[in-house]
T-cell receptor, first 117, second 109 residues
Framework: AQKVTQAQTEISVVEKEDVTLDCVYE???????LFWYKQPPSGELVFLIRRNSFDEQNEISGRYSWNFQKSTSSFNFTITASQVVDSAVYFCALSEIVTGTASKLTFGTGTRLQVTL | KAGVTQTPRYLIKTRGQQVTLSCSPISGHRSVSWYQQTPGQGLQFLFEYFSETQRNKGNFPGRFSGRQFSNSRSEMNVSTLELGDSALYLC????????FGPGTRLTVT
């Protein structure tokens, strides 16, 4: 069975601080996808990134960066110079691969990030 | 390109009633998945449809059902509503990525 653990329930930072959200996963599949989603107060899940299990390159997109380490089954997300608009709940998710695309997502419990001035 | 749309956005029902929620995926996407989000259980997978066929199902009772039409639009139905069915129901449209709609917030009283 697949499992995603986000041990940090809530994080509070002051604007411009860097913050890292942790994600640890368990799966017996040899190939899988990992995702991060952002859920602002409006409720919609906003797609941030998808990573293939066979691609361990770190990725940077603006102020966002992701560190995927297969050896420790972790897929951590760092926001550099956080802003108030980053305040949201962030979910890490894992999916099996069916016919080359992501299927059912298994979500972590989410980390609520509060960025204050 | 239009995103995923879900209707209605908010719904209040009484215990014992049934409800139907609708989801229109992104144009060209043939797969639709449904998820339930509650404070206690978090985000849980309900089912997935691809080309009008249910391809995967989560651990929910038979009161939860769904279907997909030839235009890829999907509906989910919950019969004999219980208080615990109060949740945000999210629909995901799948191409290479999974993009979510704004959700339908169902309140059962």
């Amino acid at each position: 069975a697949q499992k995603v653990t986000q041990a940090q329930t809530e994080i509070s930072v002051v604007e411009k601080e860097d913050v890292t959200l942790d994600c640890v996963y368990e799966t017996r599949d040899t190939t899988y996808y990992l995702f991060w989603y952002k859920q602002p107060p409006s409720g919609e899940l906003v797609f941030l990134i998808r990573r293939n299990s066979f691609d361990e390159q770190n990725e940077i997109s603006g102020r966002y960066s992701w560190n995927f380490q297969k050896s420790t089954s972790s897929f951590n997300f760092t926001i550099t110079a956080s802003q108030v608009v980053d305040s949201a709940v962030y979910f890490c998710a894992l999916s099996e691969i069916v016919t080359g695309t992501a299927s059912k997502l298994t979500f972590g419990t989410g980390t609520r990030l509060q960025v204050t001035l | 390109k239009a995103g995923v749309t879900q209707t209605p956005r908010y719904l209040i029902k009484t215990r014992g009633q049934q409800v139907t929620l609708s989801c229109s995926p992104i144009s060209g996407h043939r797969s639709v998945s449904w998820y339930q989000q509650t404070p206690g259980q978090g985000l849980q997978f309900l089912f997935e449809y691809f080309s009008e066929t249910q391809r995967n199902k989560g651990n929910f009772p038979g009161r939860f059902s769904g279907r997909q039409f030839s235009n890829s639009r999907s509906e989910m139905n919950v019969s004999t509503l219980e208080l615990g069915d109060s949740a945000l129901y999210l629909c995901a449209s799948r191409g290479v990525e999974q993009y979510f709609g704004p959700g339908t917030r169902l309140t059962v009283t």
